[in-house]
Structures are given as structure tokens and as C-alpha cells.
């Protein structure tokens, strides 16, 4: 089943803005990772926040975690259109035989318009 | 690129077939995920291996089996294919299956069941 759900479903926006996708999630998270996935292909990790953390950095992209609201966010700003894919938030959790895994969110389609 | 590469790309199966998808691990990395991927969902978590042995497995029949060879590549079995089947099957490597590794994934195997 899926962790949560992610809001807006879908967002079209004009080349420059920025882009604001939310994650909700159901339990407790060891972490949370935010992925983009291209044309229904191989998804491409983007960022890790662990669960102590409040909000991270990298490049255009900029995470924050909530977990008393259990809930994520991934701005992405001065999008381009090559920023068009789908985005997935995902949590990680241990398994009882000592592996992990990764729970999706059912995802964003950003089209980012020129 | 991440160094992940499965095969076949498409796959078209008939209802109650077998069908068995490959991938090949990024170099030096020691574990595998498979996941599902309906369409327009999340992927979800089918199982994980570490070293040639299954350490944690989600919620998916037992007619989803899987191995992992001593050069860490890999595969998914799947006996008694149902229409629900249908979807991209993505693996997934990372370095020692720790947490909070990044996990590569490759680009996908399309399975198409009739």
C-alpha cells in the first residue's frame, strides 16, 4: 500500500516559477527521500531528509519535514522545462529481517511550460 | 545514468505464464530492491536482497520470487502472471542496504500481461 499521498496530483507552471509539491505521510520515518521519475522510467533520487532534520538544500531544490504534521514539502525554484518529470516523496523504513525499503507516495506530474 | 541496467525493455506475456525480468547492479554495490509500478502509483516494494540472501519482502504473493547470483546481479520471477501484473518492474542497488544509502534504480522492465 502506498505511505501517503502527495498534493497537487498535478501542477503545470510557466518556466521560472517555482514549484511547490507536498508529501503526506502515515507512520513513523526513519527518513524521508524525494525522487523524480522521467516519461514512466528509472527514478532518479534527489534529496534525503533524515527525521531530526527540518529542511535541506540542494541546488534549486529545497526540502522541509514536518513530522509532528507528518507531511513533507519539495520547492523547486526557478523551474525550466527540463524540470518536467513526476515526483515521488518516499520513506524509509527498517524491515524486521534487517533490510529496508523504500514506501512511495503516489506522486506529482510537474509540467513545467515554456 | 546510474549504472543499473535491467533487461528486457518491453515485455508482452500471456495470462498464467512465467516470466522472469533481469538487472544488473551498480559496481560494488551488494544489494537489491525490486519494486512495482502500476500505472499512474507509486512504486511499491516487492523485495530486497543482500548478499545472495532475501532480507525483508513487502506485500506480494509467494508466486513473486527472486535470486541474487554472486556478482550481485539479479532477478524477478513471476509464475501464474495475472492481468494485474501488468507494470514497470524497477530494481533498484545500493552500496550495503544501509538506511539512509542512496538506492540507484534502473530504467525498467514494461510487463505487459494479455
Not at chain 2, 522472469?20 to 519494486?35: D, F, M
Not at chain 2, 512495482?36 to 520470487?65: D, K, M, V
Not at chain 2, 554472486?70 to 552500496?95: I, T
Request: glycine letters at 10%; a neutral charge; hydrophobic letters at 30%.
Amino acid at each position: 500500500s502506498q505511505q501517503g499521498e502527495e498534493d497537487p496530483q498535478a501542477l503545470s507552471i510557466q518556466e521560472g516559477e517555482n514549484a511547490t509539491m507536498n508529501c503526506s505521510y502515515k507512520t513513523s520515518i526513519n527518513n524521508l527521500q524525494w525522487y523524480r521519475q522521467n516519461s514512466g522510467r528509472g527514478l532518479v533520487h534527489l534529496i534525503l531528509i533524515r527525521s531530526n532534520e527540518r529542511e535541506k538544500h540542494s541546488g534549486r531544490l529545497r526540502v522541509t519535514l514536518d513530522t509532528s504534521k507528518k507531511s513533507s514539502s519539495l520547492l523547486i525554484t526557478a523551474s525550466r522545462a527540463a524540470d518536467t518529470a513526476s515526483y515521488f516523496c518516499a520513506t524509509g523504513n527498517i524491515l524486521t529481517g534487517g533490510g529496508n525499503k523504500l514506501t512511495f507516495g503516489t506522486g506529482t506530474q510537474l509540467k513545467v511550460e515554456l | 545514468e546510474t549504472g543499473v541496467t535491467q533487461s528486457p525493455t518491453h515485455l508482452i506475456k500471456t495470462r498464467g505464464q512465467q516470466v522472469t525480468l533481469r538487472c544488473s547492479s551498480q559496481s560494488g554495490h551488494n544489494t537489491v530492491s525490486w519494486y512495482q509500478q502500476a500505472l499512474g502509483q507509486g512504486p511499491q516494494f516487492i523485495f530486497q536482497y543482500y548478499r545472495e540472501e532475501e532480507n525483508g519482502r513487502g506485500n506480494f504473493p509467494p508466486r513473486f520470487s527472486g535470486l541474487q547470483f554472486p556478482n550481485y546481479s539479479s532477478e524477478l520471477n513471476v509464475n501464474a502472471l495475472e492481468l494485474d501484473d501488468s507494470a514497470l518492474y524497477l530494481c533498484a542497488s545500493s552500496l550495503d542496504g544501509l538506511l539512509e544509502e542512496e538506492q540507484y534504480f534502473g530504467p525498467g522492465t514494461r510487463l505487459t500481461v494479455t
